[in-house]
């Protein structure tokens, strides 16, 4: 039994450290179309100035 659960962490390991460093990831069409779809970024707009004072402060 200890060398079935040695065997089952070794190819975990593996298919792991395939996933993660051998294969590499494709683009799918759905995230081509998206990404051609981004033409402008999100505008930011800086709301900090609307924050009001903590309680008990003078401002």
């Known amino acids: 039994m200890p060398y079935l659960f040695g065997g089952l962490v070794l190819l975990n390991a593996l298919t792991l450290g395939y996933f993660l460093f051998v294969k590499q990831p494709t683009t799918t069409q759905s995230l081509q179309e998206a990404q ?5 970024p ?18």
């Open 36 to 40: 051609a779809q981004i033409t402008q």
């Open 42 to 59: 999100l505008a930011f707009t800086n709301s900090a100035k609307y924050i009001p004072p903590p309680i008990g402060s003078k401002e």
